[in-house]
């Protein structure tokens, strides 16, 4: 419908490869994809870490999207020039995860990318911890939500999480200083306690799009607005995330990620690097 109608939008949720891959010309993405956020922040946290000795192992679901987080894995491993020592898949719905953990902890795994998206990435950890296994553990952005470390108590403490935004909690940050006071101004504070990092890509997104709006106020037509979001040059959102520009064949930005860490006894993530390069 979107690209029938022609209709100006902006996805800022799941952002896959297909959006953007050919361009679709009133779609405009925001933020990496699967595979970039894991990609570029792994290959940090390996560098950074000095974990190039690890053990890696993943944990992926057997769909679109674990494809895109193996995607991640498998060009993080090869640029780093190091090996993986077992991938293994899951069907999506799957709650027990003790044979998946079990397998990559007989592989000796010190390293593990939990592909998992909000139950299954809690189930993990708390699979990982009751084996007691030493290892790194990084997820990917959707398992950037309270409800994971809710359900995952203790176990998800000291978790590495692959993003492109920040915490919510990072009211230092102007753009999510200045969200957190209208949400107070306008909401309850429970809706506030409720925000997560997709009140903040929405956000962002919401902000763009009203950008190409005002930009066509003397023409409000479809076509100007599409026109307006293509010619978007370093458009800031104050720290929420990295400068967005488009162009008459780029429909994706914002993709340089940020790695995140659990902080379960705070009930809360935390920074763990600023905003990293997206190469």
């Known amino acids: 419908?979107?690209?029938?109608?022609?209709?100006?939008?902006?996805?800022?949720?799941?952002?896959?490869?297909?959006?953007?891959?050919?361009?679709?010309?009133?779609?405009?993405?925001?933020?990496?994809?699967?595979?970039?956020?894991?990609?570029?922040?792994?290959?940090?946290?390996?560098?950074?870490?000095?974990?190039?000795?690890?053990?890696?192992?993943?944990?992926?679901?057997?769909?679109?999207?674990?494809?895109?987080?193996?995607?991640?894995?498998?060009?993080?491993?090869?640029?780093?020039?190091?090996?993986?020592?077992?991938?293994?898949?899951?069907?999506?719905?799957?709650?027990?995860?003790?044979?998946?953990?079990?397998?990559?902890?007989?592989?000796?795994?010190?390293?593990?990318?939990?592909?998992?998206?909000?139950?299954?990435?809690?189930?993990?950890?708390?699979?990982?911890?009751k084996n007691q296994m030493q290892a790194v553990r990084l997820a990917v952005y959707p398992s950037h939500l309270n409800a994971v470390l809710a359900l995952a108590g203790p176990a998800a403490d000291g978790m590495y999480i692959a993003d492109f935004v920040p915490p919510v909690t990072d009211t230092q940050t102007q753009g999510i200083g200045k969200i957190t006071a209208l949400t107070y101004k306008y909401f309850s504070a429970n809706e506030v306690k409720a925000m997560h990092r997709y009140s903040l890509t929405a956000y962002v997104g919401a902000q763009l799009l009203e950008s190409a709006l005002n930009a066509c106020a003397k023409n409000l037509t479809r076509a100007c607005v599409v026109e307006k979001l293509e010619q978007t040059k370093n458009f800031t959102s104050d720290g929420i995330m990295a400068p967005l520009t488009f162009g008459p064949k780029i429909r994706q930005s914002g993709t340089r990620p940020i790695l995140l860490k659990a902080n379960a006894s705070a009930g809360k993530f935390e920074r763990a690097s600023e905003f990293l390069s997206s190469k």
């Open 1 to 129: 419908i979107i690209d029938e109608q022609k209709i100006p939008a902006i996805n800022h949720i799941a952002v896959n490869s297909a959006h953007f891959n050919p361009p679709h010309k009133t779609l405009f993405n925001i933020g990496a994809t699967y595979c970039q956020a894991v990609s570029a922040s792994m290959k940090h946290l390996v560098t950074t870490q000095k974990l190039q000795g690890s053990k890696f192992a993943l944990i992926f679901q057997e769909d679109d999207y674990g494809t895109d987080v193996k995607c991640g894995y498998d060009l993080a491993l090869k640029e780093l020039g190091l090996k993986s020592v077992i991938e293994v898949p899951y069907k999506r719905g799957a709650k027990d995860f003790s044979a998946e953990v079990l397998s990559v902890q007989r592989a000796g795994a010190t390293f593990v990318l939990t592909g998992g998206i909000i139950t299954e990435t809690a189930a993990m950890l708390k699979e990982i911890a």
